[in-house]
């Protein structure tokens, strides 16, 4: 009698379109930022991906994703904070008063600027966490307050240069140790390592997660996503290091970036963040002290909001009355289309960071063919209205 072998086909193809529908939010912000770029890739005839062009669309969005981060914790907190382009742009007009002024030394200017956006979030952090004001009203009249205070600091005039080594902070480049022309063999040298350990990084969380049974990911969808992860860092060290070699920004950029993923993944603080957004009133009868969690939640958006400004300022060489001008809107739309959910609870690094390069892109994209800021707006505002809609869809069906 013939043995009945069964086809474990069905199976597999159900447990793979189960973790997809489970992590569609993910891996569909990653196809989305692919698509675009590939999109405008071939509509600005092959100019998007040039060497020149991506250093512009680092340094252009550097700011951006530096405040995503903070607003990304503030969001999953369950607030929102719509003075982030103020303080960026007072923080910036205070860095050219001290500096241009009254001669300060950078260093020195960069902490008292740090120093003070970290007040300014803990003044907008006291409001909402013990008064209960509502985060969006408190912020709003920040926004009015820092706004007004850029135009008293500055006198409604521009000021600068900088010194050129503030300048360094965001047009400044890592230096080539072996003295490459053509090519930055330093900036590919470190693209190539940071590749290397994000291969190992991976490798080895997923066999901790095998050996204690807990791996959740399809091998085939976690080979697909590391090797892609990892050959676009390669190819844009490239890309980068044939024109000038890595900016400093992006180096702030990416050890932000495992900073913050390792607190929401690794630490008990970000643990309590979303616990706080997913339900406060649980949160607080568990023993979470939901008032200093937020009150820290916005004293770091402060900070990042004053590094943004510092940064913004050193790559224009001068502080404007209008910087930080809709910055906001910027940052707080790239969280949403990185998939943090408006209700709170939910939110990635990855995920903003992706959000605020989708965002970057399609300005870059836009510019780059003409399209005027007016329809600029209206597409923007479109994809935002579209991200959200997702998210709430997904949530009313689940």
């Known amino acids: 009698m013939s043995e009945v072998v069964s086809n474990p086909a069905p199976l597999v193809a159900k447990q793979y379109t189960g973790f997809l529908k489970n992590n569609m939010r993910e891996y569909g912000?990653?196809?989305?930022?692919?698509?675009?770029?590939?999109?405008?890739?071939v509509l600005t005839d092959g100019t998007l991906l040039k060497p020149l062009n991506l250093t512009n669309l680092v340094l252009q969005n550097s700011y951006i994703v530096i405040m995503a981060l903070?607003?990304?914790?503030?969001?999953?907190?369950?607030h929102i904070d719509l003075s982030v382009g103020s303080v960026c742009g007072f923080i910036g007009g205070l860095a050219a008063v001290l500096m241009v002024q009254y001669g300060w030394h950078p260093l020195p200017t960069a902490l008292v600027c740090l120093g003070g956006g970290g007040l300014i979030g803990a003044a907008q952090g006291y409001f909402v966490a013990y008064t209960r004001i509502p985060s969006f009203i408190v912020t709003l009249a920040g926004m009015l307050v820092?706004?007004?205070?850029?135009?008293?600091?500055?006198?409604?005039?521009s000021l600068g240069p900088f010194p050129v080594s503030f300048q360094r902070l965001s047009s400044g480049f890592i230096p080539d140790v072996f003295g490459g022309v053509d090519l930055r063999l330093t900036s590919l040298l470190v693209g190539g390592l940071a590749a290397v350990a994000l291969l190992y990084t991976k490798l080895r969380s997923r066999m901790r997660q095998n050996k204690h049974g807990m791996e959740d990911e399809p091998f085939p969808f976690f080979l697909v996503k590391t090797i892609a992860f990892t050959a676009a860092i390669?190819?844009?060290?490239y890309m980068l290091a044939s024109y000038k070699g890595l900016p400093n920004v992006l180096i702030v950029m990416v050890l932000l970036m495992l900073g913050y993923d390792f607190i929401t993944h690794r630490t008990t603080i970000g643990r309590r963040i979303y616990a706080l957004g997913g339900n406060?009133?649980?949160?607080?009868?568990?023993?979470?002290?939901?008032?200093r969690l937020t009150l820290y939640a916005f004293v770091n958006m402060g900070v990042l909001a004053a590094l943004a400004g510092l940064v913004f300022a050193a790559r224009l060489n001068t502080a404007t009355p209008k910087a930080g001008l809709g910055f906001e809107?910027?940052?707080i739309a790239a969280c949403f289309i990185g998939g943090a959910s408006a209700s709170g609870g939910v939110g990635k690094v990855m995920g903003a960071v992706i959000g605020a390069f989708i965002m970057g892109v399609m300005n870059n994209g836009m510019?780059?063919?003409?399209?005027?800021?007016?329809?600029?707006?209206?597409?923007?505002?479109?994809?935002?209205?579209?991200?959200?809609?997702i998210d709430v869809y997904n949530k009313n069906k689940s």
């Open 329 to 331: 809107l910027d940052v």
């Open 280 to 291: 406060e009133k649980a949160a607080r009868l568990s023993g979470i002290k939901t008032e």
């Open 29 to 41: 912000m990653l196809l989305s930022l692919v698509a675009i770029m590939g999109l405008f890739q």
């Open 234 to 237: 390669v190819y844009f060290s």
């Open 367 to 389: 510019s780059i063919m003409g399209i005027g800021i007016d329809y600029q707006q209206v597409i923007k505002g479109l994809v935002l209205l579209a991200a959200v809609f």
């Open 70 to 78: 903070g607003m990304l914790l503030v969001i999953v907190a369950g």
């Open 146 to 157: 820092f706004k007004g205070l850029t135009l008293a600091l500055l006198q409604g005039m």
